[in-house]
């Protein structure tokens, strides 16, 4: 079966520090992987999708990047974390093995507080 | 513009009551409706999702969905609320094989009453 695991659950940060969230996905292969941010009280933002290795699309401009350096990676990186970075951010992977891409599966989020 | 409205913020029911979580979706191709619970610090549960045929839909945990198309409406229903459904919930919409890129509401916390 499939799991997906996403580290660290929390963290507090200062401003101006660099941030690195990492994602993993076990039991598929060239599966869609995907970066959501939920500020608080409100829902899911999409920040980053990507469809293979090294393929990274935006959906919003921010002050945060990701990158894809395995297939079953995704990183969730900032240089100069600012407040408004603070908040829940989940990886979710859809698709994968040559099956149908119809539903997301979410990790457990991390919990990002920058002070 | 693609959006999804989930008009309530917050609902509070009795346990063994009935329960309805409206969703509303503006969407300009078919659109693939979901249903996700949060609880408190956690990822996302799929609850139900429809792509097509029969409008209402089965889920886990006793829920069911009705979709309208001429209301563009994908309501959350269970006829006997638990404790344990105490959550937030989520609507979202996405498009054919585009399976984790979606838009979602903004969510309705469900408390249950003793």
């Known amino acids: 079966s499939q799991t997906i695991h996403q580290w660290p659950a929390t963290l507090v940060q200062p401003v101006g520090s660099p941030l690195s969230l990492e994602c993993t996905v076990e039991g598929t292969s060239n599966p869609n992987l995907y970066w959501y941010r939920q500020a608080a009280g409100r829902g899911l933002q999409l920040l980053f999708y990507?469809?293979?290795?090294?393929?990274i699309s935006s959906e919003v401009p921010q002050n945060l990047s990701a990158s894809r350096p395995q297939d079953r990676q995704f990183i969730l990186s900032s240089k100069k974390l600012l407040l408004s970075d603070s908040g829940f951010y989940l990886c979710?992977?859809?698709?994968?093995?040559?099956?149908?891409?119809?539903?997301?599966?979410f990790g457990q989020g991390t919990r990002l507080t920058v002070v | 513009a693609q959006s999804v409205t989930q008009p309530d913020i917050h609902i509070t029911v009795s346990e063994g009551a009935s329960l309805e979580l409206r969703c509303n979706y503006s969407?300009?191709?078919?659109?693939?409706l979901f249903w996700y619970v949060q609880s408190p610090g956690q990822g996302l549960q799929l609850l139900l999702k429809y792509f097509s045929g029969d409008t209402l839909v089965q889920g886990i945990k006793g829920f069911e969905a009705e979709f309208k198309r001429s209301q563009s409406s994908f309501n959350l229903r269970k006829p006997s609320v638990h404790w344990s459904d105490a959550a937030e919930y989520f609507c979202a919409v996405g498009a054919y094989n585009q399976g984790g890129k979606l838009i979602f509401g903004q969510g309705t916390e469900l408390s249950v009453k003793p």
């Open positions: 979710a992977w859809s698709g994968g093995s040559g099956g149908q891409n119809t539903e997301a599966f």
């Open positions: 990507s469809v293979g290795i090294g393929q």
């Open positions: 969407y300009g191709a078919t659109p693939y």
